[in-house]
């Protein structure tokens, strides 16, 4: 290849890039949920770049006939603005200020909540559409629109009478929003600190805000055939998707899955709260001529 060829590829190369960088765009995004018959839905509202942004007006579409508008709050990168908010025939304004403009930062701008009609139907949608949105610097009068591309990313809430998980952490939203946690980030750490995580007090009925030991399962014994067993006991939830998996081990090494429905000592007990309290038995013998001195059990709780 001759030598002026070579500089017209960089050449072009080099304009092919510059063109890719001019044409990159901010993005307005709000997500698709689904939400329960007269349960909130908190939905966000993202801008994937506030450079040079100091206000921002936004206008948000829904319908009224599905869904009922609550409140708007700025959250995440939105805590930087100041908030102001109205509602009229299915329009939400919102206009975001700050004296002024961010240098860098992206995330949400805005968490909507909406109360999904009480007699709204299963498959039915409200489209949240963003109908108009400027984004603007600290002079108060120059629109990035006007000098950047900013696009907008519609989403709808979908009206469903089964489990709702936004978050898609494996614990439903009504539960996490009964304990203030969020029902967009999922709940995947331990929000009280107690060693426990959030999947596992919802496992087992326990409060994820306060920090307590209270309520995780207990070793005891058990006389089966006349031999005594070591027993785990606790509370399950009743037709969760979770599995519940005791395991047994002699050297905290090797576990071994116990089947429930044959080592269960009694019939599990409804305490009636969507909950019944189990007790397993293992296999390793603590007593009698072929006794172990060690043994030991555990939950696992996993999603299904």
Same mark, same amino acid.
């Given at each position: 290849?001759?030598?002026?060829?070579? *500089?017209?590829?960089?050449?072009?190369?080099?304009?092919?890039? #510059?063109?890719?960088?001019?044409?990159?765009?901010?993005?307005?995004?709000?997500?698709?949920?689904? !939400?329960?018959?007269?349960?909130?839905?908190?939905?966000?509202?993202?801008?994937?770049?506030?450079?040079?942004?100091?206000? #921002?007006?936004?206008?948000?579409?829904?319908?009224?006939?599905?869904?009922? =508008?609550?409140?708007?709050?700025?959250?995440? &990168?939105?805590?930087?603005?100041?908030?102001?908010?109205?509602?009229?025939?299915?329009?939400? %304004?919102?206009? &975001?200020?700050?004296?002024?403009? &961010?240098?860098?930062?992206?995330?949400?701008?805005?968490?909507?909540?909406?109360?999904?009609?009480?007699?709204?139907? /299963? !498959?039915?949608?409200?489209?949240?559409?963003?109908?108009?949105?400027?984004?603007?610097?600290?002079?108060?009068?120059?629109?990035?629109?006007?000098?950047?591309?900013?696009?907008?990313?519609? !989403?709808?809430?979908?009206?469903?009478?089964?489990?709702?998980?936004?978050?898609?952490?494996?614990?439903?939203?009504?539960? $996490?929003?009964? =304990?203030?946690?969020?029902?967009?980030?999922?709940? %995947?750490?331990?929000?009280?600190?107690?060693?426990?995580?959030?999947?596992?007090?919802?496992?087992?009925?326990? @409060?994820?805000?306060?920090?307590?030991?209270? !309520?995780?399962?207990?070793?005891?014994?058990?006389?089966?055939?006349?031999? $005594? *067993?070591?027993?785990?006991?606790?509370?399950?939830?009743?037709?969760?998707?979770?599995?519940?998996?005791?395991?047994?081990?002699?050297? &905290?090494?090797?576990?071994?899955?116990?089947?429930?429905?044959?080592?269960?000592?009694?019939?599990?007990?409804?305490?009636?709260?969507?909950?019944?309290?189990?007790?397993?038995?293992?296999?390793?013998?603590?007593?009698?001529? @072929?006794?172990?001195?060690?043994?030991?059990?555990?939950?696992?709780? /996993?999603?299904?």
């Amino acid at each position: 290849m001759n030598r002026f060829l070579k *500089k017209t590829i960089i050449v072009a190369l080099s304009l092919c890039m #510059a063109a890719s960088a001019s044409f990159a765009q901010r993005q307005l995004a709000i997500p698709n949920f689904v !939400g329960r018959p007269g349960n909130i839905v908190s939905i966000p509202i993202t801008l994937d770049s506030a450079s040079s942004v100091a206000a #921002a007006r936004i206008k948000v579409n829904y319908n009224p006939q599905i869904v009922d =508008f609550v409140v708007a709050k700025n959250d995440g &990168l939105g805590a930087a603005f100041e908030l102001s908010q109205s509602a009229k025939d299915g329009v939400i %304004t919102l206009m &975001l200020t700050r004296s002024t403009s &961010l240098l860098t930062g992206s995330g949400r701008l805005v968490v909507l909540q909406f109360r999904v009609n009480s007699g709204a139907q /299963s !498959g039915l949608s409200s489209d949240l559409a963003l109908a108009e949105y400027d984004l603007s610097d600290d002079s108060g009068v120059k629109s990035i629109n006007l000098t950047e591309p900013v696009t907008a990313s519609n !989403g709808r809430i979908t009206v469903t009478l089964g489990t709702v998980d936004n978050n898609s952490d494996n614990i439903p939203d009504d539960w $996490e929003a009964s =304990f203030g946690l969020s029902t967009i980030d999922p709940n %995947t750490g331990d929000s009280d600190g107690d060693g426990i995580n959030d999947l596992l007090e919802y496992a087992l009925g326990m @409060n994820p805000t306060i920090a307590t030991r209270k !309520g995780l399962p207990t070793i005891g014994t058990a006389t089966i055939n006349g031999i $005594e *067993k070591l027993t785990l006991e606790f509370n399950r939830r009743r037709n969760a998707a979770i599995d519940y998996l005791v395991e047994e081990s002699s050297d &905290l090494s090797r576990w071994q899955v116990i089947d429930q429905t044959t080592h269960m000592v009694d019939t599990p007990i409804d305490l009636g709260n969507g909950f019944e309290e189990v007790k397993v038995h293992g296999d390793i013998q603590m007593s009698g001529p @072929n006794s172990q001195t060690k043994g030991f059990l555990r939950l696992r709780v /996993s999603p299904q």
